[in-house]
């Protein structure tokens, strides 16, 4: 992926684009994948980075969603656990399968939960992971030596995928230009071009790096903005009714030493009644999350106050170990695009799954869902858009279409793993220069090597591009990733042609940016 290359077909399509995409998220990359590999002309374009919204900010799991079962939403569940079969089969570099345990400090929890999960896993069907079942307080203990054993009772196990979001959506991209798709980054969508009967024809959007505007032309767009879809719809028209209701999510980093076996905890109900996990990612703890509605959607939202109160105390539950606020190594927050169903503000109408909404504009919405089925409502998406633009029909082949990085083998590569195919190439640039190897910080394992190839080859434009999303260094570590800019800047320079001025201003804003990971 060239950002220049992809600048020059963006500004000189022979006609209008099949589809142009905008939102440069799970959804939107996910549509350009979809609508690129059936052949159609796609432009998708993303106003910051390729995953700077929510798809970098999850809580990394693959999964069906064990709270919609009790909620009684089989359908959604069953759906969500073929699309992590599928996920798993599409990118065996990025997503694994990860054990949980539920562990039961009651009686009677161990056989509720269990039968709960046993469903779960028989909904997967042959797409499937692990079984599950009840284990004692000895293996309970076993697989989870950190767990608090204070009254417990035994526990019940089951099986989910992880994956890594930021890495997989960088890799959905390079898949959908691979497929033909032209795709920005730093592309801003600032108005929306209408026929003379009021139908959406094109947009204009604006060059970020250089101030440039532009206009495209294409038979149908896709709004794929997530928790920014209604801001997009309102340039079409500034009354219509909104589809979203955004609700924030935190997470906090804490050290492999809280949760330092294989096994994550998943906490069905909270003293509020959410589900909490506590899961090793990347050699260290995430613990998460919170819903909580929110009024404001920045790109860069940052955790409140009482989110990072109610995750710590909930944690200090379940962990033998407590964490306290000077243990946060990194903090973050995401906002769910959760799309109203339905009239009113009636939270309990809400969907969970996804929706498709086309206005009167002729202007199409997809929004809602979540990262694993991405695949999915990328298929319906597309297929919607062809028959409302009346492109010749095409059969969706993503089911069977390998990502970017596909790899079998990608635990031979070491720290180069989630890399996939592409870690022997990166190994490359450090066999011509050992410096390369050596980690940019002593506390996490990224070496120059990948700024380089983040550069070169995935359109990292920014320091924060190459420590928050091609590598996670902020979201492990953000003092170890505050660490790691000057030298990430240096290397960067030297790949995009920029001075001494550009890499102080890139440090200066990386640092602006970390302050919000960092435990206030
Ligand atoms: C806390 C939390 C935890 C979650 N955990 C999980 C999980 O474990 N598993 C799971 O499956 N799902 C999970 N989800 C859900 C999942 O992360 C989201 O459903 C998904 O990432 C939404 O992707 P999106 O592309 O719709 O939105 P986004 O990722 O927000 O992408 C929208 C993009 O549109 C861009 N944009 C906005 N306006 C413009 C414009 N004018 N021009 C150009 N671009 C624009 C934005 O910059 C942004 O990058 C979680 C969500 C949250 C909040």
Wanted: net charge negative; aromatic share 8%; charged share 20%.
């Amino acid at each position: 992926m060239n950002r220049n290359d992809m600048l020059r077909q963006a500004g000189e399509p022979a006609g209008p684009w099949d589809i142009i995409v905008v939102g440069g998220g799970a959804t939107g990359v996910g549509v350009a994948v979809d609508a690129a590999a059936r052949g159609y002309a796609t432009l998708l374009l993303e106003q910051h980075d390729f995953g700077k919204g929510t798809s970098s900010r999850s809580t990394k799991l693959v999964h069906g969603g064990v709270r919609y079962l009790e909620q009684g939403n089989v359908s959604l569940v069953m759906e969500a656990l073929k699309e992590r079969g599928i996920l798993r089969r599409n990118a065996p570099h990025l997503v694994s399968e990860l054990e949980f345990v539920v562990p039961s400090y009651a009686w009677w929890e161990g056989p509720f939960y269990g039968i709960g999960l046993k469903l779960y896993q028989v909904l997967s069907g042959k797409y499937g992971f692990g079984p599950s079942r009840l284990i004692s307080r000895e293996e309970t203990l076993r697989r989870l030596p950190n767990v608090n054993p204070d009254g417990l009772a035994g526990g019940v196990v089951y099986y989910d995928g992880q994956f890594d979001d930021a890495r997989l959506l960088i890799n959905l991209a390079a898949t959908a230009a691979e497929q033909g798709a032209t795709l920005l980054n730093y592309a801003r969508v600032t108005g929306l071009l209408k026929d003379p009967d009021g139908i959406v024809k094109g947009l204009t959007w604006e060059d970020a790096e250089t101030g440039d505007s532009y206009e495209s032309h294409a038979k149908v767009v896709v709004n794929a903005t997530g928790p920014f879809a209604d801001t997009v719809r309102q340039l079409a028209d500034p009354d219509v009714e909104r589809l979203i209701v955004p609700s924030q999510g935190a997470h906090l980093v804490l050290d492999h030493s809280f949760l330092s076996g294989d096994t994550a905890i998943m906490v069905p109900h909270t003293s509020d009644g959410r589900v909490m996990f506590a899961i090793p990612w990347h050699g260290h703890t995430l613990v998460g999350t919170t819903d909580t509605p929110v009024g404001e959607t920045p790109l860069e939202p940052v955790p409140l106050d009482e989110e990072i109160e109610f995750i710590l105390e909930t944690a200090g539950l379940y962990l033998e170990k407590k964490p306290a606020r000077n243990d946060i190594l990194s903090q973050f927050a995401g906002i769910r695009p959760l799309a109203r169903s339905g009239r009113g503000s009636n939270t309990a109408a809400l969907s969970r799954d996804h929706t498709i909404h086309i206005d009167r504009s002729g202007l199409l919405t997809i929004a809602g869902g979540k990262w694993t089925t991405y695949r999915n409502m990328a298929e319906d998406c597309v297929n919607q858009a062809a028959t409302l633009a009346d492109l010749p029909e095409r059969q969706c082949v993503t089911r069977t279409l390998n990502i970017h990085g596909f790899s079998c083998i990608a635990a031979e590569f070491g720290p180069l793993a989630f890399h996939g195919a592409d870690a022997p190439a990166i190994r490359e640039l450090i066999d011509a220069d050992a410096a390369l190897g050596l980690p940019l910080d002593p506390e996490l394992p990224y070496c120059g090597a990948e700024v380089i190839w983040a550069a070169r080859e995935e359109m990292a434009r920014t320091v924060e591009d190459a420590l928050a999303r091609r590598t996670r260094a902020l979201f492990l570590n953000a003092r170890a990733a505050i660490r790691m800019a000057p030298r990430a800047a240096e290397l960067l320079a030297a790949e995009l042609s920029r001075d001494a001025a550009w890499q102080r201003d890139q440090v200066a804003a990386f640092e602006k940016v970390a302050a919000g990971y960092l435990p206030r």
